[in-house]
């Protein structure tokens, strides 16, 4: 079952300018990630931060981690054309390997 | 390998037909999991081996959905009887520890 949720589900942005999504989540986890899925195929992983992290970077990419409030975000500076893709959460937990994903958000960077 | 490799990467086939699709992870990886996405959707969890056995079987939607892996290496996804609502991306994921999960492009399965 899908347990993350994605916000905003499409965002809209020109090159240079910050994409912001967030990731709401039901269940305790051990961590969560962010993927990302060009032209709907092969995801690709972007980052992961452990559930008892609050903050982490990487490149452009920071991601925030709010347990109290089972709520992530992912925060892409200087956006460029190439960040064109949808972006997904995923949470795994302690009693399994599965990870369970939100539907994802579309992001369209426009030159 | 390099990656995790999927084959087909389309196949279309009629209502009835029984397909099979097949995951190469990469090597050294001893988990596989398979996921399945419908159009416009996030990811659907299938089932996850640990070496040749399969501790989760629990996102396999119907008794039509089996899988294996043999060696501990490929992995093959056989759905039986295949229905419309079986159409889909059905991608494969391999990794070494659970926290980082590498996908394979995915077969886009496509059932008239």
């Known amino acids: 079952s899908q347990q993350g949720e994605e916000d905003p589900q499409a965002l809209s942005i020109q090159e240079g300018e910050n994409a912001t999504m967030n990731c709401s989540y039901k269940?305790?986890?051990?961590?969560l990630q962010w993927y990302r899925q060009n032209s709907g195929r092969g995801l690709v992983h972007l980052i992961l931060?452990?559930?008892?992290?609050r903050e982490k970077h990487s490149g452009r990419l920071r991601v925030t981690l709010d347990t109290s409030k089972k709520s992530s975000s992912l925060l892409i500076t200087a956006s460029r054309a190439a960040d064109t893709a949808s972006y997904f959460c995923a949470t795994g937990t302690n009693s399994g390997y599965a990870l369970n994903f939100g539907k994802g958000t579309s992001l369209l960077v426009t030159p | 390998g390099a990656g995790v490799s999927q084959s087909p990467s389309n196949k279309v086939t009629e209502k009835g037909k029984d397909v099979e699709l097949r995951c190469d992870p990469i090597s050294g990886h001893t988990a596989l999991y398979w996921y399945r996405q419908s159009l416009g959707q996030g990811l659907e969890f299938l089932i996850y081996?640990?070496?040749?056995?399969?501790?989760?079987k629990s996102g396999l939607p119907s008794d039509r959905f089996s899988a294996e892996r043999t060696g501990g290496s490929v992995s093959t996804l056989t759905i039986q009887r295949t229905q419309q609502e079986d159409s889909a991306v059905y991608l494969c994921?391999?990794?070494?520890?659970?926290?980082?999960?590498?996908f394979g492009p995915g077969t886009r399965l496509t059932v008239l």
């Open positions: 269940t305790s986890i051990n961590n």
């Open positions: 931060i452990r559930s008892n992290e």
């Open positions: 081996f640990q070496g040749n056995s399969a501790p989760d």
């Open positions: 994921a391999s990794s070494l520890i659970p926290d980082e999960q590498f």
